[in-house]
């Protein structure tokens, strides 16, 4: 166990569904952060958030909308779908924002657009 | 701007001889660099990480990596591999002069560890 939780672990959802994947974090950090995983891709960061703040979005689709509502919690808002958003996405936490500070990764949550 | 490249997308090896997963990096500042291993269907675990502190980083598990500045590589070698490092490793570079904590990440290396 990292102290990083997601759930749903699995959702299959149309694609004009509206779901939300949620993260939490027991470790007390101050950054948190989304990742997308494909096959046969690196992963990718979607979201960047300090202090509740979000610091960067690396020109995500507007179909994904991010909550930070306190420092231990992440929402991923997922709205009209497209099959190719299908992949594994992933929560991740750090102490500080700063370069040199290791991240904790959540299991991830297998996303299957339909 | 970083970028890392691990030379190789599958490993093969036998149960009891050494490990070698190779990566190089690239930075424009003094990086910071990170080994993490994914096992199937479960999150990113980090292995260990170099800070510039000693160039011989050890990790969990009996991993560990040299940072060779002179050739931009940061390689993780296992003497004796166990099945259970069946598993993705990933090797990241954060680029400490850049904003933030922005981890690129190589395309992985998938081990597999014949009995």
């Known amino acids: 166990e990292t102290g990083v939780t997601q759930t749903p672990r699995h959702l299959v959802m149309g694609m004009t569904n509206k779901k939300s994947l949620k993260c939490e974090q027991h470790l007390g950090h101050n950054a948190m952060y989304w990742y997308k995983q494909s096959a046969k891709k690196p992963l990718e960061l979607m979201f960047v958030y300090s202090l509740e703040e979000r610091v960067e979005n690396n020109s995500v689709p507007s179909r994904f909308s991010p909550e930070c509502p306190n420092s231990s919690h992440l929402f991923l808002h997922l709205h009209t779908l497209q099959p190719e958003d299908s992949a594994l996405y992933l929560c991740?936490?750090?102490?500080?924002?700063?370069?040199?500070?290791?991240?904790?990764f959540g299991p991830g949550t297998r996303l299957t657009v339909t | 701007a970083q970028s890392v490249t691990q030379l190789d997308s599958h490993v093969s090896v036998s149960e009891g001889t050494p490990v070698l997963l190779r990566c190089n990096y690239s930075s424009s500042y003094s990086p910071s660099l990170f080994w993490y291993v994914q096992h199937p269907n479960k999150g990113l675990q980090l292995l260990l990480k170099y800070t510039s502190a000693a160039t011989l980083v050890k990790g969990i598990n009996g991993f560990e990596a040299e940072f060779k500045k002179s050739e931009t590589s940061f390689h993780l070698t296992k003497p004796s591999a166990h099945m259970s490092d069946a598993a993705e490793y990933f090797c990241?570079?954060?680029?400490?002069?850049?904003?933030?904590?922005?981890?690129?990440f190589g395309g992985g290396t998938r081990v597999l560890v014949k009995p």
């Open positions: 990241v570079v954060s680029d400490n002069g850049a904003a933030g904590n922005k981890l690129t």
């Open positions: 991740a936490s750090s102490q500080e924002l700063a370069s040199g500070y290791e991240q904790y």
